[in-house]
């Protein structure tokens, strides 16, 4: 086995300050305490923020870990130490190179990014659908009917901006009524945005941070656009 | 009925005033475990890792014996509704906790005068963005 000079570790991308190869007391409350420990085979918080203070980050980069572990900060809450677990293991999400996200989630970014939502439907597709589902609530009689219903787009000075779930446009489109059927009950002063409307942030867990920032400058911008003071944010 | 989130005390009082028996998950909120779908994990390609980390929710979701659980997350009910109750067999009913209060709610119908204002409102919005109500 290579013996580590620990002084010669490589420049680290995470920017891990090297005093935390000290901070960690290698307790194993993290393990204990994170539900993805077992998951994969080598790693768990604690292999994995020892490995990364002692310069072999990028094989926690390259591995599962960061993406098997769900980023719920129940390591980090319980580390007696105070490390930065959390944020260091999305850093490590962070550094890797784009075309190696797994999954959907920077294909959905990038899409959002370029598209308004995730999935890419288009300004028109939405409008009619959002028309249709409201015609559909003002009759639907399985739950009560709502007369006078409609999704009110663009309206300015309204008291709630609400973004939506590209999801469920695409595939669940009748979960939508639930929120809907409240703000009918309610007679609140409501409405959506007919672009940029995505709520769903994937650039917070794919790690890209600029498209993170983009979206949410787009949700603030649709809010001060129409003059609404309070974004509801259903995510 | 139990509640499934560690996302705060607006959506469990919220769930206590649509049911008459809301349990909690866990004495302590911080071991109320995550749903193994967090952080992306729902639309990503590790799926036996995820039902393998939902093993613990689902454990706990039998524990409380409750006939329906509530997320106030679209992740966390996707997860339990869609994998975790087929997986591990909950034979459980999950519901997003604004779909809960939709189906507890009473609604007074509008008054004529109101239903009129709203759809000359909804007229001039189609009108306005080209959407045609009898193509629909």
């Given amino acids: 086995m290579e013996v580590l000079d620990l002084d010669k570790r490589p420049k680290s991308k995470l920017e891990l300050d090297p005093k935390w190869a000290n901070i ?16 994969v085979p080598g790693w768990n918080p604690r ?24 980023l719920c900060g129940r390591c980090q809450f319980k580390c007696p130490q105070g490390a930065e677990l959390l944020k260091t293991f999305r850093k490590c999400r962070t550094v890797r190179d784009r075309d190696k996200v797994p999954g959907s989630l920077h294909k959905g970014t990038m899409m959002n ?58 595939a669940e489109p009748d979960d939508m ?3 809907w059927r409240i703000f009918h009950a309610a007679k609140e002063s409501w409405t959506v945005s ?7 942030n994937w650039g917070l867990f794919s ?3 600029e498209s993170m920032k983009i979206q949410v400058e787009r949700v603030l911008e649709n809010a001060r656009r129409l003059k609404v003071k309070t974004i509801l944010y259903p995510e | ?60 979701i039998k524990a409380t014996g409750a006939e329906m659980v509530v997320a106030a997350c679209h992740n966390c009910r996707d997860q339990i509704k869609k994998s975790l109750t087929k997986e591990f067999d909950l034979g459980i009913e999950t519901k997003y906790v ?39």
């Fill in chain 2, 98 to 136: 604004w779909e809960l209060v939709s189906d507890s709610l009473v609604i007074k119908p509008w008054t004529k005068t109101e239903i009129t204002k709203a759809r000359k409102k909804r007229n001039a919005q189609f009108v306005r963005d080209g959407v045609d109500l009898e193509e629909l």
């Fill in chain 1, 47 to 70: 292999t994995a923020l020892r490995a990364i203070a002692l310069g072999l980050e990028q094989e926690v980069i390259d591995s599962k870990w960061p993406w098997v572990c769900t």
């Fill in chain 1, 177 to 179: 009524k639930f929120l």
């Fill in chain 1, 207 to 209: 790690g890209d941070d």
């Fill in chain 1, 113 to 170: 990014i370029e598209k308004g939502n995730n999935l890419g439907i288009p300004r028109d597709d939405m409008l009619h659908l959002l028309a249709s589902l409201g015609a559909e609530m003002e009759e639907d009689d399985e739950h009560a009917s709502c007369p006078g219903f409609y999704v009110p787009v663009d309206q300015e000075d309204a008291n709630i901006i609400v973004t939506m779930n590209s999801k469920e446009p695409f």
């Fill in chain 1, 194 to 200: 007919s672009t940029n409307w995505e709520g769903v």
């Fill in chain 1, 24 to 39: 960690c007391y290698t307790c194993g409350t993290c393990v204990s305490a994170c539900p993805a420990t077992g998951l």
């Fill in chain 2, 1 to 60: 009925m139990a509640f499934g989130d560690h996302c705060g005390e607006m959506s469990r009082w919220i769930t206590a005033q649509c049911c008459e028996n809301m349990v909690e998950m866990v004495d302590n909120p911080v071991d109320n475990l995550c749903c193994g779908a967090g952080g992306g994990a729902w639309a990503g390609p590790y799926a036996k890792e995820r039902i393998d980390f939902g093993k613990w929710k689902a454990d706990q």
